[in-house]
């Protein structure tokens, strides 16, 4: 008896014990699943990168004038950071897929690998360029009441328009010829968003070429006034643009927001004010309109180096006051958490706006050889897929967006590799605006890739 009771305390403080270890353990679990408390932490903490971890290498900007248009078309070639170190050295390991060992270990039951692995996963980032003579979708000529005559290289002095006639064919998915009466009746009634940089501009231009095939079309109606896009007081154009397409009422825009921050003048009254650039802020014009979006594509990057947020008198804000961290004052990290914030942001929009698909277009590549747009860097090459036909890698060469999106319902618009191989459709030489000795390698002709971007985009929606 007595031994038995002596047992009874041990018994109690084992069960206690047991208790608080079941506690504890439930208590870190959802300390890792719940986005609320997980906020709690710091966020500049959380997306803050190491030095040999900087997703650019920033070009000596000195030379760009403070007092550049902030809308002008030319402002991404000026000076815009190189894609990611990693993309950079391995552009011509792009085509090579990396090795693995097929074999598995030994002693263990391999019919479960074998099922799995015959499961492909739709990857449309990965395929190949194949020779297509139905391209390009409209005609350069033709479109000129949505194609800025600076991007239709067929109105320039380009005599060779090979690139054109080339197609992206993805690897283990299905991607239907597009067909602008079947796209504009899965779009009937519906909003496509594009807001970024003037690369988001291009894919926007690109979009209404496809949709109308590049032909003059009367009854579109300019829906920007809705939005609030029109020309503003001693500006040349508007901060976008919105047309709606009346035989299905769609609507595509356009928003121009090169940084994905919300920006606000410090002094209203002051044309030459310094502007607050909100990191932690999404932009004002997606935050009121999102509503009414259905589809929305958000892109940037060229605009994230020294030069530009000099030029435009950009001062860093977070938490509503200026940047005082200067970890997060390296363009490196203030770009990575910017985009991780947007994507955060835009997800915890979706469950209260369930019609809406939401994509980021990862960074599209740049092409300057021996130099920058203003030292003499060219793209000269006039030869389709001189670096190679095919993608054969899983993971996305941009590795910001690609870690942002990651477990959101933010889907990847991943363009960069298959792009990166179409070094000769740039705008190159035969810019209509071009200087002596400085060539566009940043924008691209169009009809040209920016095509296939929204073929890409047309599948998923």
Request: glycine fraction near 6%; hydrophobic fraction near 35%.
């Amino acid at each position: 008896m007595k031994g038995g009771n002596s047992y009874r305390p041990r018994g109690r403080k084992f069960s206690l014990g047991l208790i608080a270890l079941l506690f504890a353990t439930v208590l870190l679990w959802i300390w890792e699943k719940n986005p609320f408390i997980s906020t709690l932490r710091s966020a500049q903490d959380q997306f803050l990168l190491s030095s040999s971890e900087f997703i650019f290498d920033i070009p000596n900007d000195s030379m760009v004038s403070a007092h550049h248009n902030k809308h002008t078309e030319e402002e991404d070639a000026n000076v815009a950071p190189k894609i990611s170190r990693k993309a950079e050295r391995g552009s011509d390991n792009m085509v090579i897929e990396k090795s693995t060992s097929a074999l598995p270990p030994k002693g263990k039951d391999t019919r479960h690998r074998k099922s799995s692995s015959k499961r492909k996963v739709c990857n449309y980032a990965k395929g190949r360029w194949i020779a297509e003579k139905s391209r390009p979708l409209y005609s350069g000529f033709g479109c000129k009441q949505w194609l800025s005559e600076m991007w239709a290289c067929r109105l320039t002095q380009r005599t060779d328009f090979s690139y054109e006639g080339y197609q992206w064919q993805p690897e283990n998915c299905e991607m239907p010829e597009f067909e602008r009466s079947s796209f504009l009746k899965r779009m009937q009634d519906k909003t496509i968003a594009f807001i970024g940089d003037s690369l988001g501009r291009q894919q926007f231009q690109s979009l209404m070429c496809m949709v109308t095939g590049g032909e003059e079309s009367s009854d579109v109606e300019d829906v920007g006034v809705n939005y609030g896009l029109v020309i503003p007081p001693g500006a040349i154009r508007p901060d976008g643009w919105a047309f709606r397409l009346p035989t299905t009422n769609t609507t595509i825009l356009y928003y121009w927001s090169a940084s994905l921050c919300d920006l606000e003048p410090l002094n209203i009254t002051d044309p030459s004010t310094y502007v607050a650039m909100h990191l932690d802020r999404p932009p004002a014009f997606m935050r009121k309109f999102l509503d009414t979006f259905d589809v929305l594509v958000l892109n940037t990057g060229h605009h994230w180096n020294r030069g530009k947020l000099n030029a435009n008198k950009w001062v860093m804000y977070v938490n509503g006051r200026p940047n005082e961290d200067r970890n997060l004052a390296a363009i490196g990290n203030a770009k990575n958490f910017t985009v991780h914030s947007v994507v955060r942001w835009v997800d915890s929009q979706l469950p209260s706006h369930p019609r809406l698909k939401a994509f980021f277009r990862t960074i599209s590549p740049r092409h300057f050889l021996n130099g920058e747009w203003n030292t003499g860097g060219s793209c000269d090459n006039m030869s389709p897929l001189s670096k190679g036909s095919i993608v054969s890698q899983d993971e996305s060469s941009d590795l910001v967006v690609q870690s942002a999106v990651r477990g959101t319902k933010v889907k990847i618009l991943d363009i960069t590799a298959l792009s990166e191989l179409r070094d000769e459709g740039h705008i190159s030489r035969f810019s209509a605006k071009a200087s002596d000795g400085v060539q566009d390698c940043l924008h691209w002709c169009l009809p040209g890739i920016p095509d296939t971007w929204n073929e890409i985009l047309c599948a998923q929606v």
